[in-house]
């Protein structure tokens, strides 16, 4: 992997150093997700050796192997001239040494660099001892290295709840005079930071932090309205609506599915807009038609972060039927059914938990639903349709809209456990269905 591609590069008399997240990973005691290489190599020396290598963005100096599952970014020693755009530089000149590499690096935990075959660390901007005092401190002037890319504002964000560390003073300051810059980031580069925030293991303090900075009511102003807005304490006593969100991003598992992340984080994105107060309804807090405002206002942000098609529909159905629990136990068999065989029920049922132990910890209709879920064979929750529109036809009934409504009629019987075979199917479609009028026989 890594140590190999080092071994090659510096065989051929070049020099390469492990670099960046994976040298902080290892230093943690953590396993790194992926690994950096950096090197005193050209992208054309680096592609010559390596013939399987993937040109990625050689204009930068960057070259990916793919080695053992992995892919190695392999990087040449470089110092970045202006970045117009606050994302990519507008030149690159190639360095001859790493200090010089590691100095246009974002933070100093992410500047280190880690000799493979020895296992020396070489530190030129302070890394080390950030780490041990669990600090977040941007490389050389936080107001250029924000300037240079705007998203190293939510990194640091991301990092300090990651990893349980605070934001140094100068740092933290910088983002907060750089926070308007924000929208200057690609949509999908915000939505990508934003779900591992959530999805690492430490959302809540990471949406703690996003607000502390500022940041939260540039690139999520809806989840910031939360804020100060009250619920019934019957049903909430844990607070506002901000609280109860907080609580339930602290509940949510490391590498949760970002959907199911979303959709916590979205869940009551309805209830500011829909707030009135006791003395306006004469009897407590509401929120009428909260769950449809949200599912609109998840829309919304689902298409201006530009989620895709199938992730946008999962959030909005979890927002839309997330209030649906509380009528379990009274549903008839066939809507039950139906309730359970939403895609990924599993991320509804999990949303309802959390949902309850946050709020009233009552869990009985969780409880029911789980219950119902372990006894009841899956035939019976999907069973094989008896009747299909051919049968229809070929016992004499037109094709048209009467044919959804009887085949929906057929599938709720079905469900409630009225019919089981397929002459009872036939029997009832032609008891409830089967007048001259309807039937093609009739002509």
Partial sequence: MANSICETLRRKGYQALLVGGCVRDLLLGREPADYDVTTDATPEQVMALFPESISVGAQFGVILIPRDGMKVEVATFRSDVGYSDGRHPDRVVYAKTPQEDVKRRDFTINGLLLRHDTGEVLDFVGGQNDLHAKIIRAIGAPDRRFTEDKLRMMRAVRFAARFGFEIEPETFRAIRRHVGDIHQVSPERLREELTKMLTEGAARRAFELLDETWLLQQVLPEIEAMKGVEQPPQFHPE????????????????????????????????????????????????????????????????????????????????????????????????????????????????????DCLFSHRNLDSYNFVRRFLEVTPPEQVRPERLLSGDDLQDMGFRPGPLFSRILQSLEDAQLEGQIRTLEDAKEYVLSKYGSKKQRASSN
């Avoid at 916590?264 to 107060?277: C, E, I, M, R």
């Avoid at 629990?325 to 938990?353: I, N, Q, Y």
């Fill in 239 to 354: 607070g506002d609506v901000w609280t109860h969100t907080r609580m339930m991003l602290e509940g949510l598992p490391k590498d949760a599915s970002p959907t199911l992340a979303w959709g916590v984080l979205l869940h009551d994105a309805g209830k500011p807009p829909t707030f009135q107060s006791a003395a306006e309804t004469g009897d407590r807090i509401r929120f009428n038609n909260h769950v449809q405002v949200g599912v609109r206002m998840a829309e919304a942000i689902c298409k201006r972060l530009r989620f895709s098609n199938e992730d946008t529909e999962q959030i909005l159905e979890l927002v839309d039927n997330h209030m649906r629990f509380g009528a379990v136990e009274e549903m008839r068999p066939s809507t039950l059914k139906k309730f359970v065989r939403l895609p990924h029920f599993e991320e509804h049922l999990a949303l309802h938990r959390l």
